[in-house]
């Protein structure tokens, strides 16, 4: 594999997600069909699976993928690490297929398959050009509904996960985010990290995962999604067909699609302070306090005012610590939105004697903004940074499946990027001010990654402080 | 910023670049202006300066960058990392724009714009909705001739490239190659790394740096290039407006562009072992032996070697080491061409009890392709895996002005996708038993970080051994 090239100045994008037109340069919102987004269908089959389409006859691949309500957050302590530990099991070979036949029939044609866990959902997935579709429909299908999870392969595979977990111990420009849900969220389902710890991926038993495949890839929990140079029915039809084959729509033929997830997690943490003390270049920080959800209103103007704090080269806080400062090569605020609660957080990476400053100056911007909002023209351009990003991050076919199946999981229904684009255009400068106050106005919780000497560790309190 | 799915199962995928149709699967090859691939043009205007475009009117968005002929090979060892650090002072203010101008014009209108460094060039680049591609033409070629490189910006983005070595010091899967290089090219140009060390830069003086810039930043060694829904005549216009505007045309109205870089640099290293101890989870580790230069006819069957010993998830490497034994997360083989050289090597991240049989592992395969060679399956699968990725990693404007830049500073000329394709499928598995028993049979050196016990690391020398 030729490696890209590494040193890509790491200038951070803004959020491609939620988006918004730029009031001041009127501009049509993208035709539909052209450049990116194409005709959306969605159809029920009997048994409850839902196939969501979004059909661009200009370009030549096609992307599909099946989605999974279920990610760690639905997993006991014990299981803490099973749903990752599925995925990977689902790619270890079916009753037709080995591991190899499944990896190298994508593979020989240019594919790629791929799949990822998240707290709340599971994604498999392929892209390969339109004339392969039907062999990436057969294989993800059948990887989902008749995955052997043999024994062997459970045990062959535990060596993996235990590495990918050692992998992300050794990356703690990573490694922090987990430990800032742990930070709030504490040990709750959603506080728990997704590999799971070296000790309950050890007390996996190859039983207790076939179960929890059995209880949670139900065609009711499950979507299926494709995008690109594809056409609904057909699509459907092999699906279906697969899901047949596989036994997995018999049985319930008037079943329901399940609702999107809810749930009541509050989170009351503040002022919390978690060090774990490792020898690094760098520390790595996370400051941060309890968001909204995704079902909140106030998400729109949380991400408006996110872009301006921290979303790109011309955002506050890399203005000010990075580009005036030096203190730190990567910085930027994120976002994270659950069914019930949300997270918002600053990251910086930074040589331990920098680390008092670069508090210093984040918690400055936080006291801030929450007492005055961003001005009109901090308003003007982060809407219009997440309206442009939006669209050009629906180019390619992969993000569009990405946008079905999460959206579908998600909120149960298809946002038009048009809706989208409205729903931030419509922010305010006052809307951004009320939800700094309620955010931003929280007394803040801090993770940390790194060795400081004392002095330095002194000055971490004060960033959490009321 | 809103956080990517971050447990994305790191299955890699094929080389994306150099490629081929699958020989058994008949299929037309990609007919020009669908699906990606568009008119590629070429203009030189006087003073010597390229501007190369590819019009691909079925999308949105248009993609614009300028390379310059110069990277961290061109310094001494007392310059070195002064390529890097010129690529972040040209975005901290022009005559006309102050760092916040540059990046907030290109960022309020969604669009993304970074930069990146190599050994042998470097590049800036914008990627925009299609009607705002004035704008990114005027901001980069401003950037790139009338930066002004003022002494007290030199000082603060000292601070943010200190930290940016810190964070590579902190990434050991990453670190690794920058050693490898070392281990393989010594204390030469090529051999160092691209950001400099503390000293040097700590060392680099503001008048060194713009000497360093007046010197290589010399139209004849820039190549302009834009992709997407751009017209060529339109684009050439603008370029040239702008670097008049600059005065970076003037003096030389019949300058000739710069030739592809040259030069006979070999390499000798055989049997070297290099040892960084640091306290990491996992052991970090490339074995590997001298490559071919992007300019040797054997680099499109080392290619295909790659690809079918390391290049994805149905290769050699991934299923003895990660599908069968559970050993390692991430292993891979790959391939890095320079003018005059080349290096190949396979990476493998494990926990240190498993170093010594991933090591015996590797080296036994590396023995028997040397050997033998791959068989005609494998030979007809990494065939068809360069083809399709290719053809798949054309759908994108960033891609595709990628291409062009890097085609023009590399040979001096644009290689259709068609000839890329075919010079691929011309491959033949007697073609790759004479690559592999030239690079593979050579004795390989290996570069390691992390820390062994003493009897871990007894096995280290067996790896390297004739």
Chains 1, 2 share one sequence.
């Not at 890209?4 to 919102?29: C, F, M």
């Not at 203190?327 to 019930?340: E, R, W």
Request: glycine share 10%.
């Amino acid at each position: 594999m030729t490696r890209a090239p590494r040193h890509a100045t790491a200038r951070p994008t803004a959020t491609v997600g939620r988006a918004v037109p730029r009031p001041r340069r009127s501009r049509p919102t993208l035709p539909r069909g052209v450049g990116g987004t194409g005709t959306v269908r969605k159809t029920v089959l009997p048994g409850g699976l839902r196939v969501v389409t979004e059909a661009v006859p200009s370009v030549r691949s096609a992307s599909f993928g099946i989605w999974a309500a279920v990610g760690s957050r639905d997993e006991t302590p014990e299981l803490n690490g099973a749903t990752h530990y599925l995925e990977h099991l689902l790619f270890k070979g079916t009753a037709t297929r080995s591991a190899l036949e499944i990896s190298s029939v994508i593979e020989e044609v240019g594919g790629e398959m791929n799949a990822f866990t998240t707290k709340e959902f599971t994604c498999y997935y392929a892209r390969v050009l339109d004339t392969d579709l039907p062999l990436a429909i057969d294989v993800v299908c059948d990887m989902l509904t008749d995955s052997l999870i043999a024994p062997e392969e459970v045990e062959a595979e535990r060596g993996v996960i235990l590495e990918e977990i050692a992998m992300t111990d050794d990356d703690p420009s990573d490694g922090v985010h987990d430990l800032f849900a742990h930070t709030l969220l504490g040990d709750s389902p959603l506080g728990r990290p997704v590999l799971g710890t070296v000790e309950t991926v050890n007390g996996l038993s190859r039983d207790g995962i076939a179960d929890f495949y059995r209880a949670h890839y139900d065609p009711t929990r499950l979507v299926v999604t494709a995008a690109g140079n594809v056409d609904h029915e057909t699509v459907v039809e092999r699906v279906r067909k697969a899901f047949e084959r596989g036994g997995a729509l018999s049985g319930a033929a008037s079943a329901e699609p399940a609702p999107p997830r809810s749930g009541r997690h509050g989170i009351s943490t503040a002022g919390r302070l978690d060090v774990i003390d490792r020898r690094t270049e760098q520390v790595h920080l996370v400051l941060g306090m309890p968001g909204v959800s995704r079902n909140d209103e106030r998400r729109w103007a949380l991400s408006v005012l996110s872009t301006a704090l921290g979303g790109g080269m011309s955002s506050r806080l890399f203005q000010e610590i990075r580009e005036k400062r030096g203190l730190a090569y990567s910085v930027y605020s994120h976002t994270s939105g659950y069914a019930d609660c949300g997270l918002f957080g600053i990251y910086a990476g930074c040589r331990p004697a920098q680390v008092g400053e670069v508090l210093e100056l984040c918690r400055e911007q936080l006291t801030e903004v929450a007492r005055q909002g961003i001005d009109e023209d901090e308003t003007r351009r982060a809407i219009g940074q997440l309206a442009g990003s939006t669209v050009l991050g629906l180019e390619d076919t992969g993000s569009l499946m990405h946008r079905l199946g999460k959206s579908e999981i998600c909120w149960g229904e298809q946002l038009s990027v048009d809706d989208l684009l409205t729903r931030i255009a419509a922010v305010t400068p006052d809307d951004v001010r009320k939800v700094a106050a309620e955010v931003l106005g929280q007394q803040p919780s801090l993770s940390v990654i790194g060795r400081l000497t004392d002095r330095q560790a002194a000055r971490l309190p004060a960033a959490v402080a009321v």
